[in-house]
């Protein structure tokens, strides 16, 4: 039997192709990657009844539209959002089962701006070092979906889902997002490392897979945070959710594919669960840290 296909129609402002990354590499300089938002990517999967490292597309801000050959049954996950199959809303957070033919497209979320599409049996991509994650800081993997790639269904399916439909993630009504984060191993790098969780930040526009980056909002009172007078750092290895504050103040929240190493202190790492908050910002959102 034919596996079925999809053809890219259109991508919006970035579409990937992300499973669970690469991790055991980070001595050959290579990143982790994968799926930024790691329990939205588990949920598509587990709603198409897929194993866990089934690869699936990852949508920044909507824009995403592709056309199936064959049959195939989809789930979309992330924030709450707007899917259409030919044209009629059909729902996110649910198993959608797609005829030959059938266009689906996903529109960007109110809030966040991660989306995920699985599909049963996984999207079949030639993996490179045993992962088909597209990395944008390495180039490993494949590049940025384009309109007109044809992506293959592949067969990393499990047994049929018990369950086929999930409520979707609340949407936040605090004036800003929070996130925990634990002491990092240079956090006396800084005169006053606690002015970090004094007061808010905002998500620069300079943001993507790599990191969000925070500036003090505009009319902040809020001292910047300055380095101590002490010798450059070496480069050194830099964790997955580690805050980096670079000369300019300005701390860096290190995402999916971040690179290993850095020669700014890094004063905090995220918890997990702040993490998977932190894929979703998009700029111009309000930031607090909080220690715990």
């Not at 006053?192 to 790599?210: F, K, T």
């Not at 450059?232 to 997955?240: A, C, D, I, N, T």
């Amino acid at each position: 039997m034919t596996p079925a296909e999809f053809t890219v129609c259109s991508t919006g402002p970035l579409a990937t192709i992300q499973d669970l990354g690469r991790p055991g590499h980070a001595h050959l300089g290579v990143p982790r990657s994968g799926a930024a938002d790691r329990e939205s990517f588990g949920l598509a999967n587990r709603l198409v009844g897929n194993l866990p490292d089934a690869a699936c597309v990852e949508v920044t801000l909507g824009g995403f539209s592709a056309r199936v050959h064959g049959t195939a049954l989809i789930a979309v996950t992330g924030p709450p959002t707007r899917v259409r199959v030919d044209g009629h809303d059909v729902g996110s957070h649910s198993a959608i089962p797609l005829r030959n033919g059938q266009s689906v497209s996903v529109t960007a979320p109110r809030h966040g701006c991660r989306n995920y599409i699985a599909v049963r049996g996984g999207f079949d991509v030639t993996p490179e070092l045993g992962s088909r994650s597209t990395d944008t800081l390495s180039g490993l993997g494949p590049p940025p979906l384009s309109v007109k790639d044809r992506l293959t269904v592949g067969d990393l399916s499990g047994d049929w889902p018990a369950v086929m439909l999930a409520p979707p993630p609340a949407v936040g009504t605090e004036p800003a997002v929070l996130l925990s984060v634990r002491p990092g191993p240079r956090a006396d790098r800084l005169v006053d490392p606690g002015q970090l969780v004094i007061g808010r930040w905002q998500v620069n526009p300079a943001s993507n897979r790599i990191g969000v980056r925070l500036d003090r909002p505009s009319k902040s009172t809020e001292p910047p945070l300055v380095h101590r007078d002490l010798p450059e750092l070496r480069s050194e290895g830099v964790p997955l959710g580690g805050v980096q504050v670079p000369p300019s103040g300005q701390p860096v929240i290190f995402l999916a594919d971040h690179p290993v190493t850095g020669g700014y202190p890094t004063v905090a790492v995220l918890t997990p669960a702040s993490l998977i908050r932190a894929a979703q910002l998009v700029s111009g959102d309000s930031v607090r840290f909080v220690v715990g």
